[in-house]
């Protein structure tokens, strides 16, 4: 696809672009916002899996410009922003980056140290695994992100504080709800008007963190094992006290977003300059060391030679 006809077919991906916006997520975020007012008194936020950095933009413009700005801010009230990625990223004015998997526990320790044994108010979550394609697997390997966020959550959120991560709505989703609802007293599904209908992503939106009495975060996996294996989660009842019974759980699922404004599956025509021509902007900052950098490296290799091609390999 040339980049005007993605410019037009992708009026988030147009959008992002006109408005210095690192990827089209950031309307994802932006649009949570809208519905469910995420920023409202946070000062403190971690944003996992935050590669190539549009999420971070979003709470640097939301939150930490707007206080460094004010007129009587000191360092000491500025907020903190803690993005995580495996890939390196462009710094971002306010964010301390950490490159690291979330799935490993030196990363989470990583986390809590610059949170020097204060706590978040806001911890999001937009990781994504590479997508196969085959729904039961990218689910499951979403599944397994979200778990490792909730992990970090569990050692970081303030009682109250908000969770938000995306999802691959499948039929675990109810199993997913029920974790989820031990440890938030409101749990939601959303979905922007930014995130594509054909695409199973969606957002959950924990708010209010209260874990049960006496949790201690080394009991997170005995626990969320408790409330009974994929299968069985169609038949749980969340509000009962150990998620037992024949009631079906309904989830709260929600639309977010101004319902009239751009919808992500439609196409739009392109705006023309002064000389009647559409100029394409060049993408805000393109990732710094994407995981497809190596295979376009070997494949311009073997186009140069075989020869090249061994030197790569043996440069690796
Ligand atoms: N929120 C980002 C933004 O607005 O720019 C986009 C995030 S992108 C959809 C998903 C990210 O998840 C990728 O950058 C990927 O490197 C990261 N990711 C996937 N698995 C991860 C893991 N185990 N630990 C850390 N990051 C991970």
Known sequence: MGKASRDKRDIYYRKAKEEGWRARSAFKLLQIDEEFNIFEGVKRVVDLCAAPGSWSQVLSRNLYLPAKMSPDSKDS???LIVAIDLQPM???EGVIQVQGDITNARTAETVIRHFDGGKADLVVCD???DVTGLHDMDEF??????LAALTIVTHILKQGGKFIAKIFRG??????YCQLKLFFTEVTFAKPKSSRNSSIEAFV???????PEGFSEKDLHRLLEKIGSPSGADDLDCSSGW????????IPFLACGDLNGYDSDRSYPLPKGADGSYRSLDPVQPPIAPPYKRALEMKKALSNGIQ?????SLDH
Do not use: M, R, W
């Open 171 to 176: 039929k675990d989703t109810s199993l997913l």
């Open 90 to 92: 462009a710094p971002i």
């Open 77 to 79: 009230d500025l907020p």
């Open 127 to 129: 990781g994504a695994p």
């Open 308 to 312: 090249g091609f061994e030197k790569l």
């Open 205 to 211: 939106v924990c708010e209010n963190y209260s874990p």
């Open 141 to 146: 390997v979403q599944s397994q992100l979200i």
């Open 243 to 250: 998620l037992e019974g024949p009631n079906k759980v309904y």
